[in-house]
């Protein structure tokens, strides 16, 4: 996506050749234009599944598979890193390694909104070890949805998180591609739309 991979070079921070701080645009001030586009790219590629629901992870992963959602016309579900009180006893849970945070953390999504007849598409903002990403799949096990396919905004394709999910057979589109990053500054793959 081109104006993606504009913005990236514009308004991005590559921080020790290793992580992209996108804090203008994607992971703290969000872009509403950008990620509508963003949603609209998701939804023409996966439009001929039969979608019923979007499933993302807190915080980062909502502004996109809302918007996907949007275009989808299905329920957008996030999965949420902490049991508050209001969380009901039924829960999906699943542990997740955070590649930022360094540490593992749970993640949980009430049963009575993931079911067995659920085909789900799965959005989220970086795609680096697949960890976030196994985590919702394993979710989306648990309750005997189908995981119909992925969408990543920025693959940090020399990290092995996208090979792991193409193996699994998962079809898997990123708007994105980063190739490596060299002297803090981003190199995109030639193949992403
Ligand atoms: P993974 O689980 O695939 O190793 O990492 C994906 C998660 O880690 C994403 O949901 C995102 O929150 C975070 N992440 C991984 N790499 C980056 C990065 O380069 N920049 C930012 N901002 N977040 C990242």
């Known amino acids: 996506m081109e104006t993606l991979k504009k913005k990236i070079l514009e308004e991005g921070i590559v921080i020790d050749n290793h992580i992209l701080k996108v804090d203008h645009f994607l992971n703290h001030q969000i872009d509403p234009l950008l990620t509508m586009e963003m949603g609209k790219?998701?939804?023409?590629?996966?439009?001929?599944?039969?979608?019923?629901?979007?499933?993302?992870?807190?915080?980062?992963?909502?502004?996109?598979?809302?918007?996907?959602?949007?275009?989808?016309?299905?329920?957008?579900?996030?999965?949420?890193?902490?049991?508050?009180?209001?969380?009901?006893?039924?829960?999906?849970k699943s542990q997740v390694h955070s590649f930022?945070?360094?540490?593992?953390?749970?993640?949980?999504?009430?049963?009575?909104?993931?079911?067995?007849?659920?085909?789900?598409?799965?959005?989220?903002?970086?795609?680096?070890?697949?960890?976030?990403?196994?985590?919702?799949?394993?979710?989306c096990k648990q309750a005997g949805a189908n995981v119909e396919g992925i969408g990543i905004v920025i693959e940090k394709s020399f990290q092995e998180g996208g090979a792991k999910i193409r193996k699994m057979g998962i079809p898997l589109l990123s708007l994105a591609k980063i190739k490596s990053f060299q002297e803090n500054r981003v190199v995109f793959e030639e193949d992403e739309i």
């Open 41 to 92: 790219a998701f939804h023409q590629f996966f439009q001929e599944k039969k979608i019923t629901k979007i499933l993302t992870l807190e915080v980062s992963g909502i502004p996109s598979a809302l918007t996907t959602a949007f275009y989808f016309q299905v329920p957008c579900l996030f999965a949420k890193k902490s049991k508050s009180l209001t969380l009901s006893q039924n829960t999906y």
């Open 100 to 139: 930022t945070k360094q540490k593992d953390f749970q993640i949980f999504v009430d049963q009575k909104f993931l079911k067995p007849t659920d085909k789900v598409l799965i959005v989220d903002d970086f795609l680096a070890n697949g960890n976030a990403l196994m985590g919702l799949i394993d979710l």
